[in-house]
């Protein structure tokens, strides 16, 4: 089975780091282009970050751009998002997802709280 296997997330402090996984299983994401995105209580979903498959470019929204890195792993099985300098409005579900043509994977979804 296709998945994509996200790890747990938690409680974090404000100005606290965290790095999120998100694992395929049953492919690798080579070729794929990878998003993370977010939901937060009573908005919508929205994009955080993407990792392009052609040449690894990088965006970011400008709510995380400087606190917040996208990355994948040499074996091209698992991307991260690494979050710093965490604020209390970063506090989401977060998803990661992965794109190719018409294929598309998400993950389980992660809570992140960021709270003192």
């Known amino acids: 089975q296709l998945q994509l296997v996200q790890s747990v997330g938690g409680l974090v402090q404000p100005g606290g780091s965290l790095r999120l996984s998100c694992a395929a299983s049953?492919?690798?994401?080579?070729?794929?282009?990878i998003g993370w995105f977010r939901q937060a209580p009573g908005k919508e979903r929205e994009g955080v970050s993407c990792?392009?498959?052609?040449?690894?470019?990088?965006n970011y929204a400008d709510s995380v751009k400087g606190r917040f890195t996208i990355s994948r792993d040499e074996a091209k099985t698992t991307v991260y998002l690494q979050m710093s300098n965490l604020k209390p409005e970063d506090t989401a579900v977060y998803y990661c997802?992965?794109?190719?043509?018409?294929?598309?994977?998400w993950g389980q979804g992660t809570q992140v709280t960021v709270s003192s």
């Open positions: 997802n992965a794109k190719l043509g018409g294929w598309s994977y």
């Open positions: 049953g492919f690798t994401l080579t070729s794929y282009a």
């Open positions: 990792l392009s498959s052609s040449d690894n470019s990088t």
